[in-house]
T-cell receptor, first 114, second 116 residues
């Protein structure tokens, strides 16, 4: 069964450093998402991406964040200058189509900013 | 604004007992509803989904959920819980409208513990 994969599984970085989180969505999916889950809190939407552009973004997704689909398989989330409060589990998800379709999540990347 | 409420933070049931996890949503139109499960250190696994039609939906691992529009609820049930069901369960509603790509709004989750 196809799965969404994410790398790395864990990343530790210093405040102010740039990090890139990588995801490989399910191959025939067209819609891609990033969510985050701060420890002990609910899963929060960050951004959705379709047809090589951002479709929606939340207020969390400020100028420090960017997403890219650099090739036909990868989907990345970049945080330019990490802050302590960026420490969270970041989930990538993908779906065949948009609204109303089930989103399939990857295992997550746990980011720790020191 | 759309929202999801899971009123129970933590539930403990005995193995073999029945289970019901509550979920209430607030959404202005016909909602798309989902239940996900998260085992410790793992990602989110889709248990089941409701889009339209039959209000009782079956999912994986023996779970089912019933959509009740009049109560704005989408409760998750399982007739007999197994120890491996211990995990955190998240209810989510598909948000957005028009050209929106439908980001999910999650509840805070219910942690299920199973005692022998």
């Amino acid at each position: 069964e196809p799965e969404v994969t994410q790398t790395p599984s864990h990343q530790v970085t210093q405040m102010g450093q740039e990090v890139i989180l990588r995801c490989v969505p399910i191959s025939n999916h067209l819609y891609f998402y990033w969510y985050r889950q701060i420890l002990g809190q609910k899963v929060e939407f960050l951004v959705s991406f379709y047809n090589n552009e951002i479709s929606e973004k939340s207020e969390i997704f400020d100028d420090q964040f960017s997403v890219e689909r650099p090739d036909g398989s990868n989907f990345t989330l970049k945080i330019r200058s990490t802050k302590l409060e960026d420490s969270a589990m970041y989930f990538c998800a993908s779906s065949v189509s948009g609204r109303g379709r089930a989103q399939y999540f990857g295992p997550g990347t746990r980011l720790l900013v020191l | 604004a759309q929202s999801v409420t899971q009123p129970d933070i933590h539930i403990t049931v005995s193995e073999g007992a029945s289970l019901e996890l509550r979920c209430n949503y607030s959404y202005g139109a016909t909602p798309y509803l989902f239940w996900y499960v998260q085992s410790p250190g793992q990602g989110l696994q889709l248990l089941l989904k409701y889009f339209s039609g039959d209000t009782l939906v079956q999912g994986i691992k023996g779970f089912e959920a019933e959509f009740k529009r009049s109560q704005s609820s989408f409760n998750l049930r399982k007739p007999s819980v197994h120890w491996s069901d211990a995990a955190e369960y998240f209810c989510a509603v598909g948000a957005g409208y028009g050209g929106s790509q439908g980001n999910l709004i999650f509840g805070k989750g219910t942690k299920l513990s199973v005692k022998p």
